[in-house]
């Protein structure tokens, strides 16, 4: 059974911290591994990672895919109390299968 | 709007009632999904379609759910003589099929589901 397993579940840290979210799986028929952000209602996209050892940033957010060892992480990088949301990690097999999320909050 | 748009935003239903949702995708995306979120949870994968055809149906899926795609467009999700567990949010997702990694889903608001 394909699983996605996110750490740290929940995390609170102060405005201008850098925080990294794990992300690892074990997953038939890899394909790609998937980063969204969920505020109050449906998640948004933030990254899409197919190939090991290569960064994809946006702003003050990053992420990295190691297939070999089958993780990923998001840094964020200076937090901002916007960025207070689950975070979810999503690896595309036969279906696209989400972990349980980590929820930052971010405090002033 | 052009995103993934779903009817009704909340419903409240008794328990053994049927109740049916409906999302409409974004309008080139040739892939749909449907998935169910709980409280503290992950979204849960239920079904999807390619075009106007079901591939792929989980199977923690009961009976009483049911999903088309009549015309490769719009989806209906019916969930039969409803029950205090399937209270939820359930959203659809649409992508496009493109190559090997595929291309990422992208979430409509969700229909809030509470049976009493």
Not at chain 1, 44 to 49: G, I, K
Not at chain 2, 49 to 57: G, H, R, S, V
Not at chain 2, 67 to 96: H, N, V, W
């Amino acid at each position: 059974e394909d699983k996605v397993v996110q750490s740290p579940l929940s995390l609170v840290v102060h405005e201008g911290d850098t925080v990294t979210l794990n992300c690892s799986y074990e997953v038939t028929n890899f394909r790609s591994l998937l980063w969204y952000k969920q505020e109050k209602k449906a998640p948004t996209f933030l990254f899409m990672l197919t190939s090991s050892g290569i960064e994809k940033k946006s702003g003050r957010l990053s992420s990295i895919l190691d297939k070999k060892e089958l993780f990923s992480i998001l840094n964020i990088t200076a937090t901002q109390t916007g960025d207070s949301a689950i975070y979810l990690c999503a690896v595309a097999g036969y279906a696209l299968n989400f972990g349980k999320g980590t929820s930052l909050l971010v405090t002033p | 709007d052009t995103g993934v748009s779903q009817n009704p935003r909340h419903k409240i239903t008794k328990r053994g009632q049927n109740v049916t949702f409906r999302c409409d995708p974004i309008s080139e995306h040739n892939r749909l999904y449907w998935y169910r979120q709980t409280l503290g949870q992950g979204p849960e994968f239920l079904t999807y379609f390619q075009n106007e055809a079901q591939l792929e149906k989980s199977r923690l899926l009961s009976d009483r759910f049911s999903a088309e795609r009549p015309k490769g467009s719009f989806s209906t999700l019916e969930i039969q003589r409803t029950e205090q567990g399937d209270s939820a949010m359930y959203l659809c997702a649409s992508s496009l099929l493109l190559g090997q990694g595929g291309s990422p889903l992208h979430f409509g608001n969700g229909t809030r589901l509470t049976v009493t």
